[in-house]
């Protein structure tokens, strides 16, 4: 599989577990504010599993 592949299917896991964790803390009638905080961990965990994958593991 394709480094972009792996890094987006475990940025979206890592926001799915996000958006669940925020969901019950802020409550999930606050949809703005969860969806933001999920968006922005989807963006910083692609980030960080895709350059781990490019400079580490070299796939």
Do not use: D, E, P
């Amino acid at each position: 599989m394709n480094n972009n592949v792996i890094a987006l299917i475990l940025g979206i896991g890592a926001a799915a577990l996000n958006y669940h964790y925020i969901g019950k803390r802020l409550g999930y009638t606050n949809t703005k504010r969860v969806w933001i905080t999920t968006l922005a961990v989807f963006v910083v965990m692609y980030l960080i599993f895709l350059s781990t994958f490019t400079w580490v593991v070299h796939v």
